[in-house]
């Protein structure tokens, strides 16, 4: 499938970030916004965007039309007129450093952006050269923008924030034009170089400020406009609107990542040739956006990893730890992604606020957003640590007064709420951050024992009880075996979710990924015949999380639609099962629907192919590009 098919158009806005701050740009080159962590608001944001209706809370609708309308250029923080018509992004260009181009008879038009190499600081720098219309023009560069902490207006609204009051305030000198909010407190500082045209600076109104912009053709034949944004939570230094040096033949990434080269399929996994350097170009993408854009500092050596950027800058541990997996199978390609975990790790453990264990969702300073409890993510720290050390061959290096590893992870496994009677542990919600209507979820339960196995083989490290791990793994995998067992049209088969005394719910989300990697943990063979019910099941009009079509695929009841989480659900699970067709069209879709610069949405029209929900979400993106470098597949031999 074609992704012409597909988009025809960018279907989202173009990123950039360093780990400090993150921008993002409309297909026409208009200036979305520019965030980056807040001590204590969690995020701060510049955006020209209409806020939430706070009066809408909890409406489905209205937060996806919340969504949408944060990546239209109506909505510009910054935006320059006199551009061509028709100015499209360059889809060639490596992932972070976006371009656009157009043409008339006024000339050629194209612009730029990249994040400053050391300072919270975007620039995005445009260039009009002079066509046979050598009229005198005037552009102007209007700035409706405003800082504020963002809505995070969800689906499922657990504690939503309180609306902050705003104390805004603009003062401008010649080019530079600083923009504060007391009541946050955050202050953009916007500076402006014009080479080849004149400018008499900026001038405010109650709407927006406007820099004015004169150019005459006819004396100079190239006009040169620089933009940098600074953005921090005092008076930020002045940024010298420099572009970081290309380096020949390797086009950067945010901050610098290496592009990738396609290499062998990973063990177990079907790879065809053809597919094969579109998927390394998806690894670029999925592996820039998480270092530029998602693994934000929020303290010297301490990074918090977010879901997005621009929709829910939260920390869920499950999201965060498919994107730390991305880092850690990628180290040999940028080996800065090791310390970028280590410092991910000591936010998670040192930072977050987990007195009654991770809840659903924190913010960047580490307080909690909202206060559900998700079973799994209680899981997913403790199995980051133990990939950490494996890949890094030590533990992470602990912040100064804070107990040993060993005493915070023994602490973290006693609190874990598992039943006496069935050894199974039990949530509020399921991973679609939905109501569990059964206490105990399959692919929870699989977490558990995978856990458990991995943390006995590091006892003797931690000082745990290595035997008593071992029985904990042996109970889960009887449970699932005994507790989980249903029928189903391809066979006895596992339930989605039970209450383990006999009622059971049978389903498949797409945000269920352990069930599909089971046999990758080691859990079981491709060949047992409950996981490979359960598989065939998951892809079938059986399922209610199927979604029907052209474009067809697993998707959840939280969001209609195929979801990407499932498409990499059915390429693992057909390429185990030696499914190879099947395999390879789950994996076609995703690199069908993938945007130029590799991200994939949350979810996709069944019948069309079009986005339909969250054009910023980097799990499953990260989650295809860590499968890509091979994680979990290396002794994927003992299963196939």
């Not at 390609?333 to 606020?353: I, K, N, S």
């Not at 909690?368 to 720290?381: N, T």
């Not at 904990?472 to 209450?499: H, K, L, N």
Request: one cysteine or more; glycine letters at 10%.
């Amino acid at each position: 499938m074609a992704g012409s098919e597909v988009r025809g158009i960018w279907p989202k806005p173009l990123d950039v970030g360093n780990g400090q701050v993150c921008a993002s740009f409309a297909v026409d080159g208009s200036w979305l916004s520019l965030g980056r962590p807040h001590p204590g608001r969690g995020f701060v944001e510049l955006t020209g965007a209409p806020a939430f209706d706070e009066a809408l809370r909890g409406r489905p609708d209205a937060v996806r039309r919340h969504r949408h309308r944060l990546t239209l250029a109506g909505g510009a923080a910054l935006r320059l007129t006199g551009a061509p018509a028709g100015v499209a992004p360059d889809p060639r260009r490596g992932p972070g450093r976006p371009r656009w181009s157009g043409a008339d008879r006024a000339g050629r038009y194209q612009a730029e952006a990249w994040a400053a190499a050391d300072r919270p600081a975007v620039t995005q720098r445009h260039v009009w050269r002079a066509g046979p219309d050598r009229r005198p023009r005037r552009l102007v560069l209007a700035a409706p923008a405003r800082l504020q902490r963002p809505s995070f207006a969800e689906i499922t609204e657990v504690s939503p924030l309180p609306p902050l009051p705003s104390a805004a305030s603009a003062t401008a000198t010649g080019t530079v034009l600083e923009l504060r909010d007391r009541v946050l407190p955050a202050t953009a500082r916007v500076d402006v170089a014009v080479a080849g045209g004149t400018t008499e600076g900026w001038l405010l109104d109650a709407d927006a400020a406007r820099l004015a912009i004169a150019w005459d053709p006819r004396r100079e034949p190239t006009l040169e406009v620089t933009v940098t944004c600074a953005l921090a939570t005092d008076d930020p230094p002045a940024p010298d609107g420099r572009p970081p040096p290309d380096r020949p033949g390797n086009p950067p990434g945010p901050a610098g990542v290496r592009r990738t080269r396609p290499g062998p399929p990973p063990t177990g996994l079907h790879l065809s040739d053809r597919l094969r350097p579109r998927l390394a170009g998806l690894v670029d993408g999925a592996l820039g956006y998480v270092l530029g854009c998602t693994a934000l500092t929020v303290a010297p050596g301490e990074r918090c990893l977010v879901t997005d950027h621009r929709l829910l800058q939260l920390s869920w541990t499950r999201d965060a730890y498919y994107q730390a997996l991305l880092l850690l199978t990628a180290r040999q390609l940028e080996p800065r992604g090791l310390e970028v975990v280590a410092q991910h790790l000591r936010w998670l453990w040192f930072r977050c606020d987990r007195a009654h264990g991770w809840m659903r969702s924190h913010l960047p300073n580490g307080a909690v957003k909202d206060r559900a409890f998700q079973a799994d993510q209680q899981l997913y720290p403790v199995l980051e640590l133990l990939d950490y050390r494996e890949a890094a061959g030590a533990w992470p290096e602990l912040p100064p007064g804070r107990p040993g590893w060993g005493e915070v992870v023994a602490e973290t496994w006693r609190a874990l709420p598992v039943d006496p009677e069935l050894g199974l542990v039990a949530g509020d919600e399921n991973p679609a951050d939905d109501p569990a209507s059964l206490p105990y979820l399959l692919s929870t339960q699989i977490l558990l024992w995978y856990t458990a196995t991995r943390l006995g083989a590091r006892a003797g490290e931690l000082g745990l009880a290595a035997r008593a791990l071992e029985g904990t793994a042996g109970t889960v995998r009887a449970a699932i075996r005994d507790r989980f067992a249903c029928p189903g049209p391809f066979g006895a088969q596992w339930a989605y979710e039970t209450d383990g005394r006999g009622r059971s719910r049978r389903y498949h989300d797409a945000n269920d990924l352990p069930t599909a990697l089971a046999p990758l943990w080691g859990l079981c063979t491709p060949d047992d015949p409950r996981w490979s019910a359960t598989m065939r099941f998951a892809f079938d009009p059986a399922n209610p999380g199927w979604s029907p079509g052209r474009w067809g695929g697993l998707g959840s009841a939280h969001t209609p639609g195929t979801w990407p989480l499932g498409d990499i659900q059915e390429w693992v699970a057909a390429s185990l099962l030696g499914d190879r067709s099947r395999a390879g069209r789950a994996l076609g879709r995703l690199l069908a629907v993938a945007a130029p610069d590799g991200l994939l949405p949350e979810t996709y029209d069944s019948g069309t192919g079009r986005w339909l929900a969250r054009p910023w979400f980097a799990w499953p993106a990260a989650t295809l590009a860590a499968l890509a470098l091979g994680a979990w597949t290396t002794g994927a031999d003992k299963v196939t």
